[in-house]
């Protein structure tokens, strides 16, 4: 499977000279990656100085033949964001053929069985799991982040063991992982959490106890506690679901002096129903109807959980009054929540061209309320929030007051154009497409607004202030339409 990434190419031998290397000062030191990389990013920032742009060359130039596999990696990332499309490739090809067994091997290896991943069954999938470790022996990889695939697709079998309900198979991959206290752990709190969902609490509990007793130190391994705090959460899970509600509060209080996993639905969960589970019904109302209170969101699952108690303790009271109370104050925290995060900067001007070729400017929208979507064709969350941001599009579409541009940026293959017009003709999605790309030769909106990730949104009011600027995405039509929503209501306010 490897040959397939390790086309036979021309590597010139002359690009391993020692001529080529002299100059290059920060290559040279053999630096660690994370040291050299922000050193090398400043000569990049740097470029539009000759005497800069020179000695970055040189140093990509020495990175490329550097012996370092995350030098050649990374000297390509960098001829990719030169535009240097061709050389990146290049690069990309060399150091699949020097590092047959390195870390983007791997990886390639790793993308061509994603698929299988998905659909096989657990004994097959534990069979691709072996071989995977055959063909990328762990141990060649420095312990940490680099090893943490193997973590991953050990997950992906316990999961599917979980599915199946083969929980004995779960004991034999976890017994490749005694001695690795962060993987053990790591992976015993994985298969608690699928085990959780099928509702197999005795397995759960048996499976985060051990997880606990190694991250708390209690087997006598290595306290490494990276994962302590989400070992606490998913134990305390299973003894609430066991009946054992005491021990189940101690653990959450241990997770509240570390500061961590407080506030999420799970541990609010376990405290409410450990509470109730002792007949301490008065202190589980208080302390759901606290988190309720301070609720910005749908609250239909905490209803369903408060409501046996509620009307234990108050048999004379309507309980649909106590919820419809509850949802006024969540709009109202929402509509605070939202304000808070406002800024007040001047939104710059620019030109882009959209998918028919018509420039376009933001002045041409003077007076109007805009909603600024930067996105590319390769970001999956991106693409997963375009039904919400289509039905929101929808909308607003008789409100002349209301523009949406989706600008479509940091794109590097050659045929984006099309991928993008081939996306909005396969979803029907009637969005006001601009290009933001490097052949308009403008300056790159993205960077004008300071996006620093995909998805960005940005809203600009009537003023031609930017008022709203946040990243990320969810794939929730109704919330993407609820924020959106929200947020134009309060520019029109304005």
């Keep these: 499977m490897i040959t397939k990434f390790m086309k036979p190419l021309a590597?010139?031998?002359?690009?391993?000279?020692?001529?080529?290397?002299?100059?290059?000062?920060?290559?040279?030191?053999?630096?660690?990656?994370?040291?050299?990389?922000?050193?090398?990013?400043?000569?990049?920032?740097?470029?539009?100085?000759?005497?800069?742009?020179?000695?970055?060359?040189?140093?990509?130039?020495?990175m490329r033949v550097n012996a370092n596999e995350e030098y050649v990696n990374y000297a390509a990332m960098l001829y990719k964001k030169l535009g240097q499309d061709a050389t990146a490739d290049s690069v990309k090809a060399e150091l699949l053929q020097r590092f047959p067994k390195g870390i983007q091997a791997r990886a390639a290896y790793l993308k061509e069985i994603e698929p299988k991943r998905k659909t096989l069954g657990g004994a097959d999938l534990e069979n691709e799991y072996r071989k995977f470790l055959t063909t990328f022996p762990r141990n060649t990889f420095a312990e940490g982040a680099k090893q943490h695939p193997y973590d991953l697709f050990a997950a992906d079998v316990i999961r599917k063991y979980v599915s199946e309900g083969n929980y004995g198979k779960i004991d034999e991959i976890l017994k490749d992982f005694e001695g690795r206290t962060?993987?053990?752990?790591?992976?015993?709190?994985?298969?608690?959490?699928?085990?959780?969902?099928?509702?197999?609490?005795?397995?759960?509990?048996?499976?985060?106890?051990?997880?606990?007793?190694?991250?708390?130190?209690?087997?006598?391994?290595?306290?490494?506690?990276?994962?302590?705090?989400?070992a606490l959460s998913v134990y305390s899970q299973a003894l609430m679901r066991n009946n054992r509600p005491e021990e189940a509060l101690a653990r959450v209080e241990d997770m509240k002096n570390m500061g961590q996993g407080m506030g999420s639905w799970a541990t609010n969960e376990t405290i409410f129903k450990s509470l109730a589970q002792l007949n301490r019904n008065e202190e589980a109302f208080k302390f759901l109807d606290e988190v309720l209170k301070g609720s910005t969101g749908d609250n239909a699952a905490y209803f369903a959980m408060l409501e046996p108690v509620y009307k234990k303790l108050y048999p004379n009271?309507?309980?649909?009054?106590?919820?419809?109370?509850?949802?006024?104050?969540?709009?109202?925290?929402?509509?605070?929540?939202?304000?808070?995060?406002?800024?007040?900067?001047v939104a710059p001007d620019f030109t882009l061209v959209d998918l028919s070729g018509k420039e376009v400017s933001l002045s041409a929208y003077k007076g109007k309320i805009v909603v600024l979507d930067f996105w590319a064709t390769w970001c999956v969350p991106c693409i997963a929030s375009f039904p919400g941001m289509q039905a929101a599009v929808d909308k607003y579409k008789n409100d002349s007051d209301v523009v949406f541009l989706f600008i479509n940026t940091s794109e590097s293959d050659a045929n984006y154009k099309k991928n993008v017009e081939a996306l909005m003709t396969k979803n029907n999605y009637s969005f006001h497409v601009l290009l933001d790309n490097k052949e308009f030769k403008k300056p790159n909106v993205g960077n004008l607004y300071g996006v620093q990730a995909l998805p960005t949104k940005v809203m600009i009011d009537k003023n031609g202030k930017i008022r709203f600027k946040y990243s990320g995405s969810t794939s929730d039509v109704k919330s993407v339409v609820s924020e959106t929503d929200a947020k134009i209501n309060i520019l029109k306010a304005i």
């Design 11 to 62: 590597f010139v031998p002359m690009l391993l000279g020692v001529n080529l290397l002299s100059g290059q000062e920060l290559t040279n030191k053999n630096l660690p990656v994370t040291e050299l990389m922000p050193q090398i990013a400043n000569l990049y920032n740097q470029r539009s100085d000759p005497a800069k742009s020179a000695s970055l060359m040189k140093e990509l130039q020495a």
């Design 182 to 230: 962060n993987a053990e752990v790591f992976l015993r709190i994985q298969a608690t959490s699928a085990l959780l969902r099928k509702n197999e609490d005795k397995e759960a509990l048996r499976i985060s106890q051990v997880a606990y007793d190694i991250a708390s130190g209690k087997t006598g391994k290595a306290n490494e506690t990276v994962f302590l705090g989400s």
């Design 317 to 345: 009271k309507a309980f649909s009054e106590y919820t419809d109370a509850l949802k006024a104050n969540a709009e109202v925290n929402k509509l605070a929540a939202v304000k808070a995060s406002m800024v007040d900067e």
